[in-house]
Every structure is written in structure tokens, then in C-alpha cells.
């Protein structure tokens, strides 16, 4: 199954979670910084109002609180809108 985004939407696949140790003891995911930043994977058409300059392969940075998760065959994703993205990385 594949998901495509509609209008002005993307989806994004997060870059994984840093791991992180403090003395030895390892953090939990839960406690887990949440990564800002990912690659574009598929993208909608825009809108009349708002074309779309994403393209997939894109590695950009968004908010923390930004998108809605999505699992798809047990591959995390979010889908937002191309205005919550806040930068492209080059």
C-alpha cells in the first residue's frame, strides 16, 4: 500500500531518534528527544493558492509539534502541511 498525499501535503519520514547514554544507563524512547528533521517521501499536487516546492528526496526541517503520524507497514511517517515545513536542507 502507498500513501499520497492531497493538496498542499507531505509526507515526511522522520531521521531516527538519537540514541543517548548518561553514565552507562541508556534512555528510554519515551524520554527520547523527538527528531526535527526527515526526508520528503511523497508530495500532493498544491493548491491553486500555494504550489508546491517540495519534491520527494528533500531533507527538511520541521516543527516539533507538526504533522500527523501515520504507520504504514510498520514504517512511521508523518503527513503536514507544506507550510508547517520549516526549511530544506542542502
Known amino acids: 500500500m502507498t500513501i499520497k498525499p492531497l493538496a498542499d501535503r507531505v509526507l515526511i519520514k522522520p531521521a531516527p531518534a538519537e540514541e543517548k547514554t548518561v553514565g552507562g544507563i541508556i534512555i528510554p524512547d519515551t524520554a527520547k528527544e523527538k527528531p526535527l528533521q526527515g526526508s520528503v517521501i511523497a508530495v500532493g ?7 508546491m516546492v517540495l519534491k520527494a528526496g528533500d531533507t527538511v526541517l520541521y516543527g516539533k509539534y507538526s504533522g500527523t503520524e501515520v504507520e ?10 507544506q507550510s508547517d ?3 530544506v536542507l542542502a
Open 85 to 87: 515545513v520549516l526549511a
Open 45 to 51: 499536487n498544491g493548491t491553486k493558492d500555494e504550489e
Open 72 to 81: 504504514l507497514d510498520g514504517e512511521k511517517y508523518l503527513i503536514m502541511r
